[in-house]
């Protein structure tokens, strides 16, 4: 799955779209941004409520492609120029992680995982 489907995939808007549009391995779900520094895998999908700028700078330390913010999160500005400045994607969506993580799965998850 490349970054552009996930818009679609999710039902998602994006909100960041300065990005390269790559392929996927994976996908990640936490809200605690120690774990995702932890667990992630780079060209992986971070799934999180985490909405802030730091989020940004742990999807950019470990080469994540995009975040997708639940629960229709507001999202802030510095947030936004963050993503941008990185080439990370920006996705919001009134779904839940769980969700989310569920229509992710069939195509990004790693059997055995």
Not at 31 to 50: N, R
Not at 79 to 85: D, H, I, L, P, Y
Not at 90 to 98: A, D, H, K, V
Request: aromatic residues 4%; negative net charge; glycine residues 8%.
């Amino acid at each position: 799955m490349r970054i552009s489907e996930l818009e679609k995939a999710l039902g998602a808007r994006l909100v960041q779209a300065k990005f390269e549009d790559r392929d996927l391995s994976g996908a990640y779900t936490s809200d605690l941004l120690s774990d995702v520094m932890g667990k992630a895998e780079a060209d992986s999908v971070l799934i999180t409520i985490q909405a802030h700028k730091n989020t940004v700078a742990v999807a950019s330390l470990l080469g994540l492609g995009a975040v997708v913010l639940c629960n229709d999160r507001p999202i802030p500005e510095d947030m936004v120029q963050a993503a941008a400045a990185e080439g990370i994607a920006i996705l919001t969506t009134p779904l839940s992680q769980f969700e989310v993580s569920g229509r992710l799965w069939p195509e990004l998850g790693k059997s055995g995982a």
